[in-house]
């Protein structure tokens, strides 16, 4: 287990997928692999597993029977909101050695690193 799982209580690529869901709302599968640093196939089995723990369900699209739609269930939403102080502490706790100035510098450095990895350019 991560020191992320330990600190949050769900795996990084779940937590990412809930987090997206809660800040953005209801969206299609293939949005969501779009703004997540994760394969399709990938993304389909967590949200499986997701699924089945209650956190997530999924339907088909009213104006596109082609796509899948995902949302949070209301023991999702409480979920994500119950974590997120387990997660800004963590990241506080993460950051507590380095100065705004590395904080900042590190995290424009992973923005334009994770951009490059998707395949897109950096600023």
Known sequence: MTAFE???GHSMPRWRILLRLHQDGEMSQKQLAACLPMDPAALTRHIKAIEAMGWVERHNDQLDNRLTNVALTEPGRTLVEEALPRRAAFIR????DLSPEQANA????LRALESRMRGGTSN
Not at 93 to 96: A, G, I, K, L, N
Not at 106 to 109: G, I, S
Request: glycine content about 0%; charged content about 20%; proline content about 0%.
């Open 106 to 109: 590190l995290t424009e450095l």
């Open 93 to 96: 706790d993460m950051f507590v």
């Open 6 to 8: 330990t600190a949050i």
